[in-house]
Nanobody, 114 residues
Framework: VQLVESGGGLVQPGGSLRLSCAASGFTFSYYAMGWARQVPGKGLEWVSG???????YYIDSVKGRFTISRDSAKTTLYLQMNGLKPEDTAVYYC?????????RGQGTQVTVSS
């Protein structure tokens, strides 16, 4: 299993980023997928998940700002993040499985700062 995230970076408050996760080594369309994040000194926090038929889940703090999607033809998971806030700063991980995961990627840093 390989999960490779991209799209992180530095953005000002109110800005947008789109994270991508290229998945391989398993039948992508069979599995729920998700995004989780972690800040130094804290545990991993679920951000969003999407079931294999497309039903999404979001934590309350990102509802209305983040949109998760998946493209089974490209075996890629996305997270569109709008209206970013400083408290969204974290390393974001793509995970296989939701609400429990068995693999995660190496992570991509998202920093929201002016």
């Amino acid at each position: 299993v390989q999960l490779v995230e991209s799209g992180g970076g530095l953005v000002q408050p109110g800005g947008s980023l789109r994270l991508s996760c290229a998945a391989s080594g398993f039948t992508f369309s069979y599995y729920a997928m998700g995004w989780a994040r972690q800040v130094p000194g804290k545990g991993l926090e679920w951000v969003s998940g999407i079931y294999n038929e497309g039903t999404p889940y979001y934590i309350d703090s990102v509802k209305g700002r983040f949109t998760i999607s998946r493209d089974s033809a490209k075996t890629t998971l996305y997270l569109q993040m709008n209206g970013l806030k400083p408290e969204d700063t974290a390393v974001y991980y793509c995970v296989k499985g939701f609400p429990r995961y068995d693999y995660r990627g190496q992570g991509t840093q998202v920093t929201v700062s002016s």
